[in-house]
């Protein structure tokens, strides 16, 4: 059993689904379970939503919803034969009418509740695409809700996971779809309260629901699809002699995600050790290339300099301009 995770970059349009779609139909073992996050930067668009309704600029917050659901159509139109776009598009509707129901009318509800019922919608519809088109593919899968599985308590945008509950719900649901050959699709990001409310695991969380289900599941191995070679001992983006690092053991891995590398979340490391799961991080623009490989090594390895850049960083560097603080009686014997 294996675990794949897609992030929004991977996904974020027509042609990206598709190569998404390749990778799985020629590189996949049949019995994974594949976990997405939303299309592109629908979360944040997701996230302006919620902050208009709050605010009670209600046309505004349509008019936002109306382009996520317009994007989210048309890409149905290019990829799916019209027969699956027309179905798609209508189950698609039914997920987003759900929010327009609820920005209709002004709600009491606290910020958090609200913001956890409407962003998570771009995860359920993004896996919602994704499985139509695989199943276009003629790959025997299914699509399958998180919330139904990774069971949270109800601290709205960063719940806990009920790891007993949520690996017997996993165990009972997945296991034996898995083991008898079928894909599975589900969503990254999301659970849900035992009262069934929807709750989301905190920004750029889908790589941990991911983590969630390979130890729930004990899997084989798992994979997170990224548009980098794999984990590298600079950001790519801002220093171009950055190097791959081809292994990587838990340790390191969680030291470099603590202070601040964004390649994996940091919560992903720790169910992956506990498990010895091994963990890839492999690009989904170049799909053979090995990537990364993150478990317990055995040897010690040496690395070149790990650079992070945080940006949330200031540094303040104070002097002072005469010497009055330094007081008599506090250097008096
Ligand atoms: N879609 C969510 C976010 O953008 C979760 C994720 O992608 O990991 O934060």
Same mark, same amino acid.
């Given at each position: 059993?294996?675990?794949?995770?897609?992030?929004?970059?991977?996904?974020?349009?027509?042609?990206?689904?598709?190569?998404?779609?390749?990778?799985?139909?020629?590189?996949?073992?049949?019995s994974?379970?594949?976990?997405?996050?939303?299309?592109g930067?629908?979360?944040?668009?997701?996230?302006?939503?919620?902050?208009?309704?709050?605010?009670?600029?209600?046309?505004?917050?349509?008019?936002?919803?109306?382009?996520?659901k317009?994007?989210?159509?048309?890409?149905?139109?290019?990829?799916?034969?019209?027969?699956?776009?027309?179905?798609?598009?209508?189950?698609?509707?039914?997920?987003f009418?759900e929010?327009?129901?609820?920005?209709?009318?002004?709600?009491?509800?606290?910020?958090?509740?609200?913001?956890?019922?409407?962003?998570?919608?771009?995860? /359920? !519809?993004?896996?919602?695409?994704?499985?139509? #088109? &695989? *199943?276009?593919?003629? $790959?025997?899968?299914?699509?399958i @809700?998180?919330?139904?599985?990774?069971?949270?308590?109800?601290?709205?945008?960063?719940a806990?996971?009920?790891?007993?509950?949520?690996?017997?719900?996993?165990?009972?649901?997945?296991?034996?779809?898995?083991?008898?050959?079928?894909?599975?699709?589900?969503?990254?990001?999301?659970?849900?309260?035992?009262?069934?409310?929807?709750?989301?695991?905190?920004?750029?969380?889908?790589?941990?629901?991911?983590?969630?289900?390979?130890?729930?599941?004990?899997?084989?191995?798992?994979?997170?699809?990224?548009?980098?070679?794999?984990?590298?001992?600079a950001?790519?983006?801002?220093?171009?002699?950055?190097?791959?690092?081809?292994?990587?053991?838990?340790?390191?891995? /969680? !030291?470099?995600?603590?202070?601040?590398?964004? #390649? &994996? *979340?940091?919560k992903? $490391?720790?169910?992956?050790?506990? @498990?010895?799961?091994?963990?890839?991080?492999?690009?989904?623009?170049?799909?053979?290339?090995?990537?990364?490989?993150?478990?317990?090594?055995?040897?010690?390895?040496?690395?070149?300099p790990?650079?992070?850049?945080?940006?949330?960083?200031?540094?303040?560097?104070?002097?002072?301009?005469?010497?009055?603080?330094?007081?008599?009686?506090?250097?008096?014997?």
């Open positions: 059993m294996y675990i794949h995770k897609f992030g929004g970059a991977s996904i974020k349009d027509a042609e990206r689904i598709e190569n998404v779609a390749k990778i799985i139909k020629e590189n996949l073992d049949k994974c379970l594949i976990v997405v996050s939303a299309m930067k629908t979360t944040n668009a997701m996230e302006q939503i919620v902050q208009l309704y709050v605010d009670n600029k209600t046309a505004q917050a349509f008019e936002v919803l109306g382009a996520i317009r994007s989210h159509y048309e890409v149905c139109d290019k990829i799916l034969s019209p027969e699956l776009s027309s179905h798609i598009k209508t189950e698609l509707n039914d997920i009418v929010i327009e129901w609820m920005i209709e009318v002004p709600s009491e509800d606290p910020y958090n509740y609200i913001y956890d019922q409407i962003v998570s919608v771009g995860e /359920l !519809a993004s896996s919602r695409i994704l499985q139509a #088109v &695989i *199943h276009q593919l003629g $790959i025997d899968s299914e699509w @809700d998180a919330r139904g599985l990774i069971k949270t308590d109800n601290k709205h945008r960063n806990s996971v009920d790891w007993e509950q949520s690996k017997n719900l996993i165990q009972k649901e997945c296991k034996p779809k898995l083991e008898a050959g079928k894909m599975l699709v589900t969503q990254g990001f999301i659970g849900c309260t035992s009262e069934n409310f929807t709750t989301t695991l905190g920004r750029e969380g889908s790589d941990f629901s991911a983590a969630i289900f390979a130890s729930c599941l004990s899997a084989n191995s798992m994979t997170v699809w990224k548009d980098v070679p794999g984990v590298m001992n950001d790519p983006a801002i220093n171009e002699q950055a190097q791959l690092l081809s292994k990587l053991s838990y340790s390191e891995a /969680l !030291a470099m995600t603590y202070y601040g590398a964004k #390649v &994996i *979340h940091p992903t $490391i720790k169910p992956m050790q506990v @498990d010895g799961i091994p963990l890839f991080v492999k690009s989904f623009l170049v799909p053979k290339d090995p990537g990364t490989e993150i478990s317990s090594l055995e040897q010690e390895q040496s690395y070149p790990i650079i992070i850049v945080d940006d949330n960083n200031i540094f303040l560097e104070m002097s002072s301009k005469d010497n009055t603080f330094v007081r008599e009686a506090k250097l008096a014997v």
